[in-house]
């Protein structure tokens, strides 16, 4: 008994005295050894009877400074002395009262406990590794009770960012944690609650973690959280603030240990994050959402598969901003990552990707500003209100979701988009509905490219929209519906006249399908009806229409980006063009006003009436589209255009007539005083064209008919030209009054330098150079017989029209008798050496002819002069007469008398001295321009008012090759 004494005697002393002692003294000496701080104990109790052990004021020091780093008011274990039977500490009670840790967080990104850590994996590291049966021995055997931690407190300060964040009541119950085979399968229901910066946080929860299936439950409640709080601690750096948002959890979690099959973590409750605000750094707002409430359905977390039954967002306000550098603001929002090429993931990491199943997204009252500063006016439009409703949305493959997006604004302008899509992969298959939108809200972006004002217009959609984005197929697209534009109206900026006004352009049945290997747009109808356009040549010179597409970089060589391919490299994929076809094109009620007031008081005319239509429009080279166009030219000329055409194909085809008539050429008197210096008193065009192209090679006709066109009187004009319009038009006109000019133009389109209009007009201004220079070319192009008209030749010395050269003059009297407005000049020349010759030989012969005379014309009544003949030996007699009466020198006989001498050698004598004048030449060249003029005269078709002769200043002409110079020339005026 006394030794029993003894022993409770010691264990009393030791319990209650002596360890108490010991552990105040060893603990703080080890712990300081260990951690390389202050650490101190107020008090040490122990209570060997009741297996108790208490420990109050206890605190470990920060590594510098009098501040407490960990410390706690008191701890209390009370072990139970089953324990010995159990074979493993069985505790009653462990309660941790007015806990505290003080961390800190410093700029360098450690922790003021990171030395420790440091410290303590040092010794792991050298310390003996434990043996096999060491770690696959039997667990220890254990049940702790009744474990609390009440009015915790937690200071974290973080210098890197300069924020505290505290934990005030922490507060932890847990009832029991056993392995005990017997207690295992009994759930253990913890408790946790705190207040983290002010937020209250509570959970609880039910738990077996030593059972086989670990199985835990927990109800996770938070209320008012400030998020931006924590938006610090993003892991990446972010463009952007979040300026409020508070956030509420009711969240339930639990784990699931399966002996045969994975585990299980599953997650639902629901979110709700209310007055949400994004902004720039700088401040201005990007999002705001009054109300964000996420519900989680059941999600099992460790399969990757999240489930969730509504998502609400109310009333969300995004304000969308494009800088002038073309930057939107809100990709602010996207955080930038740092580029790391990863390998593509393996079949088996596709196969376990993330999945995301939302049974309904639903956007209410939503609202989108938008902003455009890279157009010279910035843009802006309110888009509102915006609901949205998504329903099964899923990343899984091949599940598709519904969508119904709906805009209609107090204006009208409507938007509604309704369908399924799917985003793995992605594909859509929409209906469009879009109707009333405000084209005149574009005028920013019409701005930047032409200088057009859009006073009105409305533009609409409607049909259905299908795509795909398969990683096997690609991209492809296609559109099955109609668009509309409707009271379209704009001006010209510059002017503010009316350029364009159309009623209605509708686009229908329009089949459109994208896809990498081909692009078809099928149209059943375009219909333009009620349509008007203004074109107008300005005093300087310029068109507006070439005006309204000029904008401020035109003309300025844009440099090539960077990175840019070539030319070369782009041509195959250029070459790709789209399959069109367009059953019929409809024009309907169109009108064109055209004014130039580049000449004098200005021209204006109106192209009214334009209805045609173009039917079997294709791209296709083996197609071609027919074409029936008429319209009316200030409403009495008829214009009327037909054929066959495909100028959708790259191999162009052309084969139409286009007939114009009756219009009035009296209206064109501002363009005639300014480039000929002569109104147009009156007068009518017909045109007649036809144009075929194929093979890109051009063969037209351009037959122009212009009847009675009269000029007025002369106008001043210091453009006018110098060259005889009104000969040009005398020469053309033919006695019907009419001008019918036939234009044949042919040449390649792939020849830079060929242009139809400017070789028309240059064959008409050839035609007034040719008036000027050669108008007799001219009129012999027109009738026959060319620049010979311009002269008759004659025999030497002779006024005589030889029979031979009267069918000239007979073409020539045809063709004044068909241009009653020519008159001509007759003008006769001689040549003098011929002419003279013959003269003197013509006087010698009719001095013989004389002596005969006297005795023929009494046989021969009536007989002349130059119709007397000589019988043999009868012309020596005569000859011998002549020769005696002529007066100079002559030879005599012995006797003094006249000498008679050899028939030459009196001829010779006789020819010696006739003498020949300019008189006579002149009267030679007299008689040959009135017999001219008695032919033409005489024809009876020419009137006599209209020929004149002129008398010559000289009797010789100017130099011809291969004519004589005894000719008449005429002129034409």
């Known amino acids: 008994m006394i030794s029993v004494a003894v022993f409770f005697l010691l264990y009393t002393v030791f319990g209650f005295l002596v360890a108490p002692f010991i552990l105040k003294s060893v603990i703080p000496n080890k712990l300081r050894e260990t951690l390389n701080r202050e650490v101190s104990i107020e008090t040490v109790r122990l209570n ?25 008011e008191e701890f209390y274990i009370n072990l139970q002395s089953i324990s010995i039977i159990r074979k493993g500490p069985v505790v009653k009670e462990v309660r941790l009262a007015g806990p505290y840790i003080g961390v800190e967080r410093n700029k360098d990104e450690t922790y003021n406990f990171s030395d420790i850590i440091r410290d303590l994996t040092k010794e792991k590291a050298a310390s003996t590794p434990p043996t096999v049966e060491e770690v696959e021995g039997k667990p220890l055997k254990f049940s702790i009770n009744n474990i609390s931690i009440t009015r915790g407190s937690i200071d974290l300060y973080d210098k890197l960012k300069d924020l505290s964040h505290t934990t005030r009541d922490l507060n932890v119950s847990i009832p029991f944690v056993s392995n005990l085979p017997k207690e295992v399968e009994i759930f253990i229901e913890p408790y946790f609650s705190a207040t983290f910066n002010g937020t209250e946080f509570e959970s609880t929860g039910t738990t077996k973690p030593f059972a086989e299936t670990r199985e835990t439950l927990f109800d996770i409640k938070l209320s008012d959280i400030d998020l931006p709080y924590y938006f610090a601690y993003s892991p990446v750096e972010l463009g952007f603030n979040l300026a409020s948002a508070t956030a509420d959890l009711e969240l339930n979690l639990s784990y699931i240990q399966y002996t045969e099959k994975s585990p299980s973590l599953a997650l639902d409750g629901n979110v709700t994050v209310s007055n949400i605000l994004f902004n720039e750094k700088g401040g201005k707002r990007l999002i705001e959402l009054p109300l964000l409430k996420v519900d989680i359905a059941p999600s099992e977390l460790l399969l990757l598969d999240m489930n969730i039954k509504n998502v609400l967002i109310d009333s969300p306000v995004i304000d969308a901003e494009i800088n002038r550098k073309g930057t939107l603001n809100l990709l602010a929002l996207v955080p930038e990552m740092p580029e790391k090429a990863e390998p593509p993931p393996t079949k088996k990491e596709t196969e376990s990707a993330f999945t995301l199943d939302i049974v309904q997204v639903e956007v209410k009252n939503g609202k989108v500003n938008f902003k455009d500063f890279t157009t010279k006016a910035p843009f802006k439009k309110t888009i509102a209100p915006i609901d949205i409703k998504v329903s099964s949305l899923s990343t899984s493959p091949y599940r598709d979701a519904g969508l119904v997006f709906t805009f209609r604004n107090k204006a009208r302008e409507s938007v509604k988009v309704d369908g399924r899509f799917s985003i793995n992969p992605v594909a859509a298959d929409l209906s469009l509905d879009v109707d009333k939108i405000n084209l005149a809200l574009l005028q920013p972006y019409i701005s930047e490219s032409l200088k057009l004002l859009v ?31 409707s009271r379209f109206w704009a001006v010209d900026n510059t002017n503010f006249n009316d350029f364009l006004k159309i009623k209605t352009l509708a686009v229908k049945k329009l089949d459109f399908t994208f896809s990498p290997a081909s692009t078809s747009i099928v149209i059943k109808e375009i219909l333009l009806s009620d349509f008007y356009t203004r074109l107008i040549i300005a005093k300087d010179g310029n068109f507006n229409v070439s005006e309204i597409a ?10 090539a980006p960077e990175g840019a391919k070539p030319a070369e490299e782009t041509t195959e994929k250029a070459s790709k063009r789209p399959d069109i076809t367009i059953a019929k094109v409809t024009l309907k009620n169109g009108s064109v006003n055209f004014s130039d007031k580049l000449v004098g008081a200005g021209y204006s005319t109106d192209l009214l009436d334009i209805n045609g239509i173009v039917s079997s429009l294709s791209s296709r080279a083996d197609k071609r589209a027919d074409l029936a166009l008429t319209a009316k030219l200030d409403k009495y000329a008829p214009l009327d255009i037909s054929g066959k055409v495909n100028p959708l194909s790259e191999d162009i085809f052309l084969d139409i007539t286009v007939d114009f008539k009756n219009f009035e050429l009296s209206t064109l008197s501002p ?67 009419e001008i019918d000019l036939k234009i044949p133009v042919s040449g390649s389109l792939d020849d830079p330098k060929f242009s139809v209009g400017p070789i028309v007009v240059k064959m008409i201004v050839n035609i007034l150079v040719k008036a000027a220079t050669s108008p007799f070319a001219l009129l012999g192009a027109l009738v026959g017989g060319g620049e010979e008209l311009s002269y008759v030749e004659f025999e030497a010395g002779s006024p005589v029209i030889l029979e031979a050269r009267s069918k000239k003059l007979d073409n020539l009297v045809t063709a004044l008798y068909d241009r009653p407005g020519l008159k001509l000049e007759i003008e006769g020349y001689a040549d003098i050496p011929a002419d003279t010759e013959s003269i003197r030989h013509y006087r010698f012969e009719r001095k013989v002819k004389e002596e005969k005379f006297k005795k023929a014309v009494r046989k021969t009544p009536g007989i002349t002069v130059d119709e007397v003949t000589f019988e043999d030996k009868e012309y020596k007699k005569y000859l011998w007469r002549a020769y005696k009466k ?38 030679l060249v007299s008689a040959r321009s009135q017999a001219v003029k008695e032919y033409i005269i005489g024809s009876g078709k020419v009137e006599e008012e209209r020929v004149f002769i002129v008398y010559p200043d000289s009797l010789t002409p100017k130099e011809k090759e291969n004519i004589s110079a005894g000719r008449v020339e005429f002129k034409l005026k």
């Open 671 to 737: 363009y005639s005083a300014k480039y000929i210096a002569r109104n147009i008193s009156k007068g009518k065009l017909f045109m007649e064209l036809k144009y075929f192209i194929e093979d890109r090679e051009l063969k037209s006709e351009n037959n122009l008919l212009i009847d009675q066109i009269t000029l007025g009187e002369r106008v001043e004009s210091k453009d006018a030209t110098s060259l005889p319009v009104g000969l040009a038009i005398s020469l053309l006109k033919n006695r019907a009054g």
């Open 455 to 485: 006073k009105r217009g409305y533009g609409g959609v409607k049909g259905r929209v299908r795509l795909s984005a398969a990683e096997e197929t690609g991209f492809s697209s296609t559109f099955n519906g109609g668009v509309t534009l």
């Open 48 to 72: 060997p009877y009741a297996l108790s052990l208490t420990v109050r004021d206890f605190e470990i020091k920060k590594l510098t400074g009098e501040e407490s780093f960990v410390s706690f």
């Open 550 to 559: 000029a904008t401020g970089g035109a003309g300025q060589a844009e440099e």
């Open 886 to 923: 002529m007066k100079f020198e002559k030879p005599k006989s012995k006797i003094g008398l006249t000498k008679k001498l050899e028939p030459e050698e009196m001829k010779s004598l006789m020819l010696a001295n006739i003498t020949v004048t300019e008189e006579d030449l002149r009267e």
